[in-house]
């Protein structure tokens, strides 16, 4: 025998229906419910207040906060080495660089270095993987972009001075100690450091092929002590 599948199995608008509650006298007059409403905002009219007057009055966000990627400036320069490491590591494609080299002892450096704020979503995955530590989130959060070429920051208007990012600097050292279990120990002169200070005997003006013969000689020298595992 086939079910009417038009003629419902249980309608809840009829009285026969048990899983269906009787409301009270006062349920249905909504009277009670009304006046605990009132009462409950009566009570919030002197509970403490945690809203903001913005922009009269603005957040301090904690170190841990990560907002607008900045560019570390230490002693009137970048920190930045144009490694590219955090353009590959940006999920939107939101960073772009180009490297240059020079005759300091830090040999390359950005000469144009870009931020889509547009496309930036927040991540921090550029500063987990910077290893000098020039980018950063700073906790520059009230942004505003009257069109989409004020939305590209350029490295002039990314750079900021390393005296003003003491604190997310000071937390990162401290992330990294934790997740790395000794004490992070960075270099904080600038990253005046080259691949030429790898050996002690290096000439910048050696051919490629001496440059070779030079590694295989500084190769061969015993080392000083032994490493067990």
């Known amino acids: 025998m086939q079910n009417n599948l038009e003629t419902p199995v249980a309608n809840p608008l009829t009285e026969d229906f048990q899983r269906e509650r009787k409301l009270s006298f006062l349920e249905r007059i909504y009277l009670p419910e009304i006046f605990k409403g009132l009462w409950y905002t009566f009570k919030q009219m002197f509970a403490p207040t945690f809203t903001m007057n913005y922009p009269e009055e603005k957040w301090d966000p904690p170190s841990i906060f990560r907002g607008r990627p900045v560019l570390v400036e230490d002693e009137g320069q970048e920190r930045c080495v144009a490694c590219g490491l955090c353009a590959r590591a940006c999920p939107p494609l939101a960073i772009s660089m180009q490297a240059s080299e020079s005759e300091d002892p830090k040999e390359r450096y950005p000469e144009k270095f870009e931020i889509n704020m547009l496309r930036c979503i927040y991540c921090g995955f550029c500063e987990e993987v910077c290893p000098e530590e020039a980018i950063v989130m ?18 002039q208007r990314l750079l900021v001075p390393k005296e003003d990012l003491k604190e997310r600097l000071d937390y990162l050292h401290d992330y990294r ?14 990253n005046i450091h080259s691949v030429r200070d790898r050996d002690r005997d290096w000439n910048t003006g050696l051919s490629l092929v001496d440059m070779l013969e030079q590694q295989k000689k500084n190769d061969a020298i015993k080392a000083s002590s032994n490493w067990s595992l």
């Not at 700073?138 to 490295?155: G, N, Q, T």
């Not at 100690?177 to 600038?190: A, K, L, R, V």
């Open 177 to 190: 100690n934790n997740q790395f279990g000794q004490f992070w120990n960075f270099n904080e002169d600038n």
């Open 138 to 155: 700073s906790k520059d959060y009230d942004i505003v972009f009257e069109s989409r070429e004020d939305a590209i920051y350029d490295k």
